[in-house]
């Protein structure tokens, strides 16, 4: 049973940083793509970046100035490096896990979700 669990979540100030931790289990970590997406309240979930089992990123369109994804494949767990944080930051982030092509955005091709954390950025 494929098991993501997200910590890292919190308030900080605008111009704050914040890092993510997603633990992933029941799966061989190495040969999946690890992600992160986030929905704000109110709006559609939204692909933030994703990580090849090589380290590859995908930014899609989204701050990858801001954000950093790595990855430790020998502790099965993905991060999220947030820096210059902003109001409009605000969201639960979500922890994501698919095989394949790591150039996916779209939530759909997700098979794996986590719980969330919650990151609000006060102004």
């Known amino acids: 049973q494929v098991q993501l669990v997200e910590s890292g979540g919190g308030l900080v100030q605008a111009g704050g940083s914040l890092r993510l931790s997603c633990a992933a289990s029941?799966?061989?970590?190495?040969?999946?793509?690890m992600g992160w997406f986030r929905q704000a309240l109110g709006k559609e979930r939204e692909f933030v970046v994703s990580?090849?089992?090589?380290?590859?990123?995908y930014y899609g369109g989204s701050d990858s100035a801001r954000f950093t994804i790595s990855r430790d494949n020998a502790k099965n767990t993905v991060y999220l490096q947030m820096n210059s944080l902003k109001p409009e930051d605000t969201a639960v982030y979500y922890c994501?896990?698919?095989?394949?092509?790591?150039?996916?955005?779209?939530?759909?091709?997700?098979?794996?979700w986590g719980q969330g954390t919650q990151v609000t950025v006060s102004s």
């Open positions: 994501v896990a698919k095989m394949g092509d790591w150039r996916r955005s779209m939530a759909y091709e997700y098979n794996y």
């Open positions: 990580i090849n089992w090589s380290g590859t990123k």
């Open positions: 029941g799966v061989t970590f190495s040969k999946y793509v």
